[in-house]
């Protein structure tokens, strides 16, 4: 059992920047790969980024490519999404989630087996 606690949203102005962290319990956290996903208002959830257990391989949405950053840092069983750039599209909510199974699909929620609750990330034009 894996428990995410997400942490770092807030009200920015469009151009300003974020960091989000996610804090995992459990003493198994490489064997993880974790992804982050947002929820914008009235829409689904969607793909934002993902990093594998030993942050080898990172994948993003091309909506978020060349402004966000993904890392993680295993001692601290803890994931981060660096936000910079932001724009009002990306208002959400934003999720991390843990996939621990032997194949991965970095952008399918649907294979993600733990969530976090989610952290509201706004940004003003």
């Known amino acids: 059992q894996v428990q995410l606690v997400e942490s770092g949203g807030g009200l920015v102005q469009a151009g300003g920047s974020l960091r989000l962290s996610c804090a995992a319990s459990?003493?198994?956290?490489?064997?993880?790969?974790m992804g982050w996903f947002r929820q914008p208002p009235g829409k689904e959830r969607e793909f934002v980024a993902a990093i594998s257990g030993n942050g080898g391989r990172t994948y993003y949405a091309d909506s978020v490519t060349g402004r966000f950053t993904i890392s993680r840092d295993n001692a601290k069983n803890t994931v981060y999404l660096q936000m910079n750039s932001l724009k009002p599209e990306d208002t959400a909510i934003y999720y991390c989630?843990?996939?621990?199974?032997?194949?991965?699909?970095?952008?399918?929620?649907?294979?993600?087996?733990?969530w976090g609750r989610g952290t509201q990330v706004t940004v003003s034009s």
């Open positions: 459990g003493r198994t956290f490489s064997m993880y790969a």
């Open positions: 989630a843990a996939e621990g199974g032997s194949s991965w699909y970095p952008t399918q929620p649907n294979k993600y087996d733990y």
